[in-house]
């Protein structure tokens, strides 16, 4: 699957410019969550259901920052490959807009 750039610009606008994000996402402690869950799965989660060994350094936080979800737990950590990043960062985007 190829992936629109123009779409996918814009979608990373939206998503990590956000200054809450862009603060949340700099912080040492998202930093220090992300790092323990690469640790712990250095490859993309969904890739292995799959039977696929894909190396990734893309954690992906299960629940939207501007939920209130400021509190880490790994459990709500996913390691993706770029591919799966972005299929699960437009489904994120898809229920954002029946808000
Ligand atoms: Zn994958």
Same mark, same amino acid.
């Given at each position: 699957m190829k992936m629109n750039n123009k779409l996918r610009a814009q979608h990373y606008d939206r998503f990590y410019r956000d200054a809450e994000s862009q603060k949340f996402y700099n912080s040492s402690i998202w930093k220090k969550a992300r790092q323990m869950k690469l640790n712990q799965n250095p490859c993309c989660e969904l890739c292995q259901q799959e039977g696929r060994v894909t190396p990734t350094d893309i954690v992906h936080h299960l $629940?939207?920052? &501007? &939920?209130?979800?400021? &509190? $880490?737990? $790994?459990?709500?950590l996913v390691s993706l490959c770029h591919e799966h990043h972005n299929r699960a960062e437009s489904e994120m985007d898809k229920e954002k807009g029946k808000e």
């Open positions: $629940l939207s920052i &501007k &939920k209130g979800m400021r &509190k $880490l737990d $790994l459990n709500f």
